[in-house]
């Protein structure tokens, strides 16, 4: 059993939360391997597949949806999980109801080829030097602050169940 654990990741956030599933995955005995979605040698030599990109404008990035459009017949047949990495924790004040509507317009183009068993939505890391000069204007107006807002428990509870559904604990129903 080998999973693809494969992102799409602008500054290095999504890929790091890759890794961490991977590794996670690999602790629970499910074999992992992470690869950028724009440079998996063959797509369809996975048994199950934990794809995940960073949102940009509310929606995965182009190498993203484009592998998994690309691989929608071979996908439809194997189990898969996806996670996109935003920064709904960035949120504060009048700004913090936005997170929930924001998860169903970021998967709205993935789910039209996908039927995932689940989905997981990340914060990321928000960094001035990401961000073009208008986007930070509205960052800062917004009263935004910037940093690391990865939540590890939830990437590891995130990989514990894909794990648990591949290779269910010994004794469990
Ligand atoms: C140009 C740009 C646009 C972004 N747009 C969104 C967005 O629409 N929604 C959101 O939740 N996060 C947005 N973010 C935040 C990123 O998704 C977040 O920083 C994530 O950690 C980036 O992942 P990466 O480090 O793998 O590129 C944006 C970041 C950048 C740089």
Do not use: N
């Not at 709904?88 to 080829?113: I, S």
């Amino acid at each position: 059993m080998t999973v693809l654990v494969g992102y799409a990741s602008a500054h290095g956030s999504t890929r790091e939360i890759a890794e961490r599933i991977a590794a996670r995955l690999a602790e629970r005995g499910v074999g992992a391997e992470t690869a950028s979605l724009d440079a998996v040698g063959d797509a369809g030599g996975y048994d199950a597949y934990v794809l995940g990109s960073a949102v940009h404008g509310m929606a995965w990035l182009p190498e993203a949806t484009g592998f998994v459009h690309t691989h929608r017949e071979l996908l439809a047949g194997r189990p898969v999980w996806i996670f996109s990495v935003g920064m709904p924790a960035a949120l504060r004040g009048p700004w913090k109801p936005m997170a929930a509507k924001e998860e169903p317009k970021v998967t709205e183009e993935v789910l039209a080829d996908l039927s995932p068993r689940g989905h997981a939505m990340f914060s990321g890391v928000v960094a001035p030097e990401h961000l073009p000069g208008p986007g930070r204007a509205v960052f800062r107006a917004m009263g935004l602050r910037y940093g690391d807002y990865r939540d590890w428990e939830a990437v590891d509870a995130f990989a514990d169940t894909v794990a648990h559904s591949l290779r269910p604990a010994p004794g469990s129903p």
